[in-house]
C-alpha cells in the first residue's frame, strides 16, 4: 500500500503553500502534457481539498430540496446532480456535485467551504427534523478524469464497459477497480470538460492514484486546474460566486429548477426569470496579459462590469468578469486595465431556460 503523497511524489508532484494551501500538487512539471491530455487523451486530477458534507435521515431529500436550486425530491440513489446553495435572496454560495445512495446524500463543495457550508445547513435543522449533517471530509480522497479516453482509462482498471456507459451526467457507482480498490465512480469532471469524478477512501487513494497514472492518465495539478476553471468559464468561489452574484448571473441554469416549488432565495429567482430581470451575465475575456482581480470592465470610460478571475494560458490570458445585461454580450468591445477585448461565451456558462433542463 502505497500513500497517496508518496504516489504523487513518484510522478514528479510538486507542492506550493500558496496554492491550495499546499493540499493537493501545484504542478507535476508537465503543464504542456496535461493540457494536451484534457484534448486528446486523459487527466488525473487531485480534488481532495474539496469538503464532502453528509446528510442522513428520513428528512434529508426535503431538507435540501428546501435549501437549494435543483429537484432533489424526484432523485433516486444512484443518480445526482448539481446544485446551487443560495441565501435567502438568492445571493450564491456555492455550487455542490451531489450524489444520492440509499442511506444518505452526499455533497461535494468547494474548498474551503466545507466549515461554512456545515454551519450555513447546520443552521436551518430543527429540532424535529430527521436529519443529521456531518463533515466527512477527512474520511475520503476525490479525484477527476478528464478528457477522451476517461472512459477507456477506466475499462484498464477493470471497469465493465456497460457500467460505465449506463451513467447518465451525475449518476454514480460503486465498482472494484484496481483488482480490488472500492470507489465511488460519478459522471462529470467537475469541468465542461467530459469525465468521472471518483470518490476512494483515504487507506486506498494511493493505490488508486498509481493505477490511474499506469493506465496512461496524465497528472494534471492545481494551477492547471485554474487555468482548465477559467478557460471552461466555471464561476469559483470567492470569485463568481460571492453574495454578490445570483445563480442566473453566474450562469448556473440548468443548476436551477423553475418547476419543483418553494425554496430558499425561490421567490428572487422566480422574479428574475420571469421578469427578465437578470442584470448581470458571466463572461469570458481574451487578454493580452494576466490582470489582478477585480477589476472594473469599462466601454467608453464607464464601468459596465467586473473582471473576477484572470489566469496565463499559452496564448496570453484568460479572464472571467460580469457584465450588465443591458450593454451586450458576446462581442462586445471593452477595456479592461488599458486593454482592449472582446466578450466571448464560455463551455460551461449556461443561459436562459431554454437551455436548462430541469431535474
Same mark, same amino acid.
Given at each position: 500500500?502505497?500513500?497517496?503523497?508518496?504516489?504523487?511524489?513518484?510522478?514528479?508532484? =510538486?507542492?506550493?503553500?500558496?496554492?491550495?494551501?499546499?493540499?493537493? !500538487?501545484?504542478?507535476?512539471?508537465? @503543464?504542456?502534457a496535461a493540457i494536451a491530455a484534457i484534448t486528446t487523451g486523459v487527466a488525473l486530477v487531485d480534488r481532495s481539498h474539496w469538503a464532502l458534507l453528509q446528510l442522513t435521515g428520513d428528512d434529508r431529500a426535503s431538507f435540501l430540496h428546501n435549501q437549494s436550486t435543483a429537484n432533489i425530491k424526484t432523485l433516486q !440513489?444512484?443518480?445526482?446532480?448539481? +446544485?446551487?446553495?443560495?441565501?435567502?435572496?438568492?445571493?450564491?454560495?456555492?455550487? $455542490?456535485?451531489?450524489?444520492? +445512495?440509499?442511506?444518505?446524500l452526499d455533497l461535494l463543495v468547494s474548498p474551503g467551504m466545507g466549515p461554512t457550508l456545515f454551519r450555513w445547513l447546520d443552521r436551518y435543522i430543527?429540532?424535529? @427534523? #430527521?436529519? %443529521?449533517? /456531518?463533515?466527512?471530509?477527512? &474520511?475520503? %480522497?476525490?479525484?477527476?478524469l478528464l478528457g477522451p479516453q476517461s472512459d477507456l482509462c477506466l475499462q484498464q482498471l477493470g471497469a465493465a464497459l456497460d457500467e460505465i456507459s449506463a451513467l447518465?451526467?451525475?449518476?454514480?457507482?460503486?465498482?472494484?477497480? $484496481?483488482? @480490488?480498490?472500492t470507489v465511488r465512480v460519478q459522471r462529470g469532471s467537475g469541468l465542461a470538460t467530459d469525465g468521472y469524478t471518483l470518490w476512494v477512501s483515504n487507506d486506498q487513494a494511493g493505490d488508486l492514484w498509481q493505477a490511474i497514472a499506469q493506465a496512461g492518465a496524465v497528472p494534471l495539478g492545481e494551477q492547471t486546474w485554474e487555468q482548465l476553471r477559467i478557460t471552461e468559464g466555471r464561476p469559483a468561489v470567492g470569485h463568481e460566486l460571492t453574495e454578490d452574484y445570483n445563480p442566473l448571473e453566474a450562469g448556473l441554469w440548468t443548476a436551477v429548477s423553475f418547476n419543483?416549488?418553494?425554496?430558499?432565495?425561490?421567490?428572487?429567482? $422566480? #422574479?428574475?426569470? /420571469?421578469?427578465?430581470? =437578470?442584470?448581470?451575465?458571466?463572461?469570458?475575456?481574451?487578454?493580452? #496579459? =494576466?490582470?489582478?482581480?477585480?477589476?472594473?470592465?469599462? &466601454? %467608453?470610460?464607464?464601468?459596465?462590469?467586473?473582471? /473576477?478571475?484572470? =489566469? %496565463? +494560458?499559452?496564448?496570453g490570458a484568460i479572464g472571467l468578469g460580469y457584465l450588465r445585461t443591458k450593454v451586450g454580450g458576446a462581442g462586445l468591445s471593452v477595456m479592461i486595465d488599458h486593454c482592449p477585448t472582446d466578450a466571448i461565451d464560455l463551455p460551461f456558462i449556461t443561459r436562459e431556460l431554454a437551455n436548462t433542463i430541469d431535474h
Open positions: 500500500m502505497v500513500t497517496l503523497q508518496d504516489a504523487q511524489q513518484q510522478m514528479g508532484a =510538486v507542492w506550493d503553500p500558496a496554492v491550495a494551501e499546499g493540499q493537493v !500538487p501545484a504542478h507535476f512539471g508537465n @503543464d504542456p !440513489p444512484g443518480q445526482g446532480c448539481q +446544485t446551487v446553495l443560495v441565501t435567502s435572496t438568492a445571493r450564491t454560495l456555492d455550487l $455542490a456535485m451531489m450524489a444520492v +445512495t440509499a442511506e444518505a430543527f429540532p424535529a @427534523d #430527521r436529519v %443529521a449533517l /456531518t463533515d466527512i471530509s477527512g &474520511q475520503f %480522497a476525490t479525484f477527476s447518465e451526467p451525475f449518476a454514480h457507482q460503486t465498482m472494484i477497480l $484496481a483488482q @480490488d480498490v419543483k416549488g418553494c425554496y430558499i432565495g425561490q421567490e428572487t429567482i $422566480a #422574479r428574475l426569470n /420571469t421578469y427578465n430581470g =437578470v442584470k448581470l451575465n458571466l463572461w469570458g475575456f481574451r487578454l493580452p #496579459r =494576466v490582470i489582478a482581480t477585480p477589476c472594473p470592465i469599462l &466601454q %467608453a470610460d464607464q464601468k459596465v462590469g467586473t473582471l /473576477t478571475s484572470c =489566469v %496565463a +494560458t499559452e496564448n
